[in-house]
């Protein structure tokens, strides 16, 4: 990758992270944002799970950002051209069959969970895996960052994001 591909990729990678951080790949006119864990690996695909509220109801949805599929795009300058003005994310989102009672309980947790914000010792990130996890609107919203292993000062966090990890792995679009 040359150069000014490497610096379009970044941009598009920015861009397609942010569209999943803002909650833009959800219809928010017919759900509400409550929760969201994502996993954000340095060279496979970004991952998102999301807890929304719909009137009454939690659902949940899986949703993965196909950055392997989207990177062969900025390979070079030949290939780039072909994908103008500017490349559509690829994302795929599925429901998970998640009951309402668990979700509400992730819910609960994430809200008993007393955390400083104050900036971690590992929220850099080069090679591997990066990690977020949103409250909503419901819990004071708040977005915690942090690579690869919990911060010590978030070991409260550790069942949640567990459990969060276990609902991925119930999903059709779960891939190791």
């Given at each position: 990758?040359e150069?000014?591909?490497?610096?379009?990729?970044?941009?598009?990678?920015?861009?397609?992270?942010?569209?999943l951080?803002?909650?833009?790949?959800?219809?928010?006119?017919?759900?509400?944002?409550?929760?969201?864990?994502?996993?954000l690996?340095?060279?496979?695909?970004?991952?998102?799970?999301d807890?929304?509220?719909?009137d009454?109801?939690?659902?949940?949805?899986?949703?993965?950002?196909?950055?392997?599929?989207?990177?062969?795009?900025?390979?070079?300058?030949?290939?780039?051209?072909?994908?103008?003005?500017?490349?559509?994310?690829?994302?795929?989102?599925?429901?998970?069959n998640?009951?309402e009672?668990?979700?509400q309980?992730?819910?609960?947790?994430i809200?008993?969970?007393?955390?400083?914000?104050?900036?971690?010792?590992?929220?850099?990130?080069l090679?591997?895996?990066?990690?977020?996890?949103?409250?909503?609107?419901e819990?004071?919203s708040?977005?915690?960052?942090?690579?690869?292993?919990?911060?010590?000062?978030?070991?409260s966090l550790?069942?949640?994001?567990?459990?969060?990890?276990?609902?991925e792995?119930?999903?059709?679009?779960?891939?190791?």
């Amino acid at each position: 990758m040359e150069l000014q591909q490497q610096h379009e990729w970044q941009r598009f990678r920015e861009h397609a992270v942010d569209h999943l951080r803002s909650f833009a790949h959800v219809d928010t006119t017919k759900y509400r944002p409550a929760a969201q864990f994502l996993i954000l690996p340095s060279f496979s695909d970004t991952r998102s799970i999301d807890i929304l509220q719909q009137d009454n109801t939690l659902l949940a949805f899986h949703t993965v950002w196909r950055t392997t599929t989207d990177l062969p795009r900025f390979a070079n300058p030949v290939e780039r051209l072909k994908h103008l003005p500017q490349p559509i994310p690829t994302y795929e989102s599925v429901p998970l069959n998640i009951g309402e009672p668990t979700l509400q309980h992730l819910l609960s947790a994430i809200g008993e969970v007393d955390l400083t914000s104050s900036p971690t010792a590992n929220t850099a990130s080069l090679d591997g895996t990066s990690y977020e996890l949103y409250a909503g609107p419901e819990t004071d919203s708040k977005r915690l960052r942090w690579h690869s292993t919990l911060p010590p000062e978030w070991k409260s966090l550790h069942p949640i994001c567990e459990k969060f990890l276990a609902m991925e792995r119930e999903s059709e679009l779960y891939a190791e």
